[in-house]
């Protein structure tokens, strides 16, 4: 079995294969358009979350410095308390000795 192909049909089959390639070229070259862009988002987005990042060690540093003024309050009212009565034993053994 003689198989001949015919140039013309050989030159649309190559035409054909061009078109394909060159849209292929296109749609190739449309998804690096957009992973460039989703990379520079990425980039965005790394340094958004490296300042909330610190602002949230600011933020939590803050509130620890809150809660401890709470616990320093307490703490005093204790140490008067403390101080108080052990001024009323004090004073009065020695209202009792003279």
């Known amino acids: 079995m003689n198989t001949t192909v015919s140039q013309d049909f050989c030159n649309e089959r190559h035409k054909a294969l061009d078109n394909c390639l060159s849209q292929e070229k296109i749609k190739v070259t449309n998804q690096d358009t957009a992973m ?3 990379q520079e ?19 939590e540093g803050r509130l620890r410095g809150i809660e401890s003024i709470s616990g320093k309050r307490w703490n005093a009212v ?5 101080q108080i009565g052990l001024a009323v034993v004090v004073g009065g053994l020695i209202g009792k000795l003279f």
């Not at 988002?41 to 933020?59: G, N």
Request: hydrophobic fraction near 50%.
């Open 36 to 38: 460039k862009s989703v």
């Open 41 to 59: 988002a990425i980039v965005v987005l790394t340094a958004i979350q490296a300042r909330h990042d610190d602002e949230i060690d600011d933020h």
């Open 78 to 82: 204790i140490t008067q308390m403390i």
